[in-house]
């Protein structure tokens, strides 16, 4: 049974240009967040899609966006990236039936981004 | 504003010996408390979580973990650290009731070294 995959691992870019990040939830699981881990912070919620649309999203602008597929996959796109934007971008899978939902959320390895 | 207080950055126990990572919440409601493990370069690994119900919750790895409503703790544990229990730590408490809120927010995690 696959986890939550996210690609690339690594990601060089300079600032001003545009980056997608790339996830596939663990097997079963219909929904998926994005989270931004900055070094030695906790992370930090950008958004979340259920149902290909985005449901909630954290205190992040615009340039943060995303979609979801109808395999359940899921693309997180950063644009005008700042050196500020330099972090472990981490994707987690759960299959929430709503807002009682107690499941878990399982998150991949991340994607490191480095903005210069 | 809702959030998780982890206010050691790090705890040093001895091989063998019992050890406690400290975490507490200001979030309204009765929300769901959850534990993740990182490794370094690696993803965020699920421990447990309190729902409801006993205190005392047990998850993997030998963890467990003690809820107090009235100090608003959820306190990580382990009877006998080992080595490869060195990695950080993180807090995580989901809203739950009242209003929309699918987001984890994380506290600033802790780093646990285990001395041989």
């Known amino acids: 049974d696959a986890g939550v995959t996210q690609s690339p691992t690594h990601l060089i870019k300079t600032r001003g240009q545009q980056v997608t990040l790339r996830c596939s939830p663990k097997?079963?699981?219909?929904?998926v967040s994005w989270y931004q881990q900055a070094l030695g912070q906790g992370p930090q919620f950008i958004f979340q899609?259920?149902?290909?649309?985005?449901?909630q999203r954290g205190n992040f602008p615009d340039r943060f966006s995303g979609h979801q597929f109808p395999n359940y996959s899921s693309e997180l796109n950063v644009n005008a990236l700042l050196l500020g934007d330099s972090a472990l971008y981490l994707c987690?899978?759960?299959?929430?039936?709503?807002?009682?939902?107690?499941?878990?959320?399982?998150f991949g390895p991340g994607t490191r981004l480095t903005v210069l | 504003a809702q959030s998780v207080a982890q206010p050691e950055d790090q705890v040093n126990v001895a091989e063998g010996n019992p050890l406690t990572v400290k975490c507490t919440y200001s979030?309204?409601?009765?929300?769901?408390l959850f534990w993740y493990v990182q490794y370094p370069n690696r993803g965020l690994q699920f421990l447990l979580k309190?729902?409801?119900?006993d205190n005392l919750v047990k998850g993997s790895y030998g963890f467990e973990a003690e809820f107090n409503k009235s100090q608003t703790s959820f306190h990580l544990k382990k009877p006998s650290a080992l080595v490869s229990d060195s990695a950080l730590y993180f807090c995580?408490?989901?809203?739950?009731?009242?209003?929309?809120?699918?987001?984890?927010?994380w506290g600033a995690g802790t780093k646990l070294i285990i001395k041989p």
């Open positions: 987690a899978s759960s299959l929430e039936a709503g807002l009682t939902s107690t499941d878990t959320q399982y």
């Open positions: 979030v309204s409601g009765n929300p769901y």
């Open positions: 995580a408490v989901r809203p739950h009731g009242g209003y929309s809120n699918y987001q984890l927010i």
């Open positions: 309190y729902i409801t119900g």
């Open positions: 097997s079963g699981h219909d929904t």
């Open positions: 899609y259920y149902e290909e649309e985005e449901r």
